[in-house]
């Protein structure tokens, strides 16, 4: 039986995680909240991780592996991109992944299934999104 994307959705507890996740870009070596830069570069930006797909924890080694090959496939595309991570609100846990300028949130969400990730973060001037990569639209406000 082949399950559906909706059937990979995160519980209920580890959305609320996702929700207190702290996300930072870097530009030129400096932490940026992702809603300064998308306010500052007047563009809606995603925030695409390869690490742990599906949200099932894989090697240090599978996730680096991974996260080049999101980084190759985004040079290919020729999009403007800055390095991004993610750190648990109460956790020492980091995830990182790559913040893509000027995309489509339909293409993001696509990168996102390609390397087999449930969400993305969206920022923009509004605020900070999780966004599914299935093809609903479902978005979470972050908390911060």
Avoid at 65 to 70: D, E, H, N, V, Y
Wanted: with cysteine; aromatic share 8%.
């Amino acid at each position: 039986m082949v399950s559906s994307r909706s059937d990979r959705r995160p519980s209920a507890e580890i959305v609320d995680e996702w929700r207190k996740t702290i996300v930072r870009v870097l530009v030129d070596g400096v932490e940026v909240p992702p809603r300064t830069l998308a306010t500052s570069l007047s563009s809606v930006l995603h925030i695409v991780s390869a690490w742990n797909p599906y949200a099932s924890a894989v090697s240090q080694h599978e996730n680096d592996r991974a996260s080049t090959s999101l980084l190759e496939e985004i040079r290919s595309r020729g999009i403007h991109f800055f390095p991004a991570y993610g750190h648990g609100y109460s956790s020492q846990y980091e995830e990182h992944g790559w913040c893509v300028v000027g995309m489509e949130r339909a293409e993001a969400q696509a990168l996102g299934r390609e390397f087999a990730q449930i969400a993305i973060y969206e920022a923009s001037s509004e605020g900070l999104l999780i966004v599914w990569c299935d093809d609903e639209t479902t978005e979470v406000s972050l908390e911060h």
